[in-house]
């Protein structure tokens, strides 16, 4: 089975300034890794996944996450917020072979003017 | 192209009622999921689908029903309502499995039991 931990339920940053939400996982087999992004009152959206190969992978609007296997976690960084970024992030995890997966908890992002 | 439909929106049930929330796709997808979101909790898996016929249990599918008979609708069935079931309860749909496909939410139903 697997899990996942995000360390940081809230996260309060002010605009313009870099950010880090901080995913990890356990797992006994390999993992496809998932942030996905809930903006108030609507359903969650696939920021970005990691199923193979280059262990950086980047969204269309700025964040970026890497795989760090040794490590197991998958933190969600951004250079510089906006306030648009106001949301609840969640980091995810599935088996590459199993049809479960697992949420985190989530971390909610209040970008401050 | 309306992606995933959730009907209702918003729901108050008395504490044995009943209810069916409705969940419906336009995109194909031969997966599709049942979610419930506690606060501080994320999101819990109560059912998901492979195909119309198909279903299989979640991490939480006690006090829940579901039934897929086209590929389309996926309803979720509340027998006898219980506080512990008020929650915000999503459907979500992939092309293929859980592992390593994007699914896509719908904005979700939120029910209060009392």
């Known amino acids: 089975a697997q899990s996942v931990t995000q360390l940081d339920s809230q996260v309060p940053v002010f605009e313009e300034a870099p950010v880090e939400l901080r995913c990890n996982y356990s797992s006994s087999v390999s993992v496809y890794l998932f942030w996905y992004v809930q903006y108030p009152n609507q359903g969650l959206q696939l920021l970005l996944k990691?199923?193979?190969?280059?262990?950086l992978v980047e969204s269309i609007n700025g964040f970026e996450a890497e795989f760090n296997k040794s490590q197991t976690s998958f933190h969600l960084r951004k250079p510089s917020v906006h306030i648009s970024d106001t949301a609840e992030y969640f980091c995810?995890?599935?088996?590459?072979?199993?049809?479960?997966?697992?949420f985190g908890t989530g971390t909610s992002l209040t970008v401050i003017p | 192209n309306a992606g995933v439909t959730q009907t209702p929106k918003f729901r108050i049930l008395k504490i044995g009622q009943s209810m069916t929330l409705q969940c419906t796709q336009d995109?194909?997808?031969?997966?599709m999921y049942w979610y419930r979101q506690d606060p501080g909790m994320g999101l819990k898996l109560i059912y998901y689908?492979?195909?119309?016929?198909?279903?299989d249990k979640g991490e939480v599918p006690n006090g829940y029903n579901v039934s897929r008979s086209t590929t389309e609708d996926f309803p979720l069935r509340l027998e006898l309502a219980a506080p512990s079931q008020t929650s915000v309860y999503f459907c979500?749909?992939?092309?293929?499995?859980?592992?390593?496909?994007?699914?896509?939410f719908g904005p979700g139903t939120r029910l209060l039991v009392l």
């Open positions: 979500a749909s992939s092309s293929g499995g859980l592992a390593g496909e994007t699914q896509y």
């Open positions: 990691y199923l193979s190969g280059s262990t």
């Open positions: 689908s492979v195909g119309a016929g198909i279903t």
């Open positions: 995109m194909n997808h031969n997966y």
């Open positions: 995810a995890v599935s088996s590459n072979t199993g049809n479960q997966f697992y």
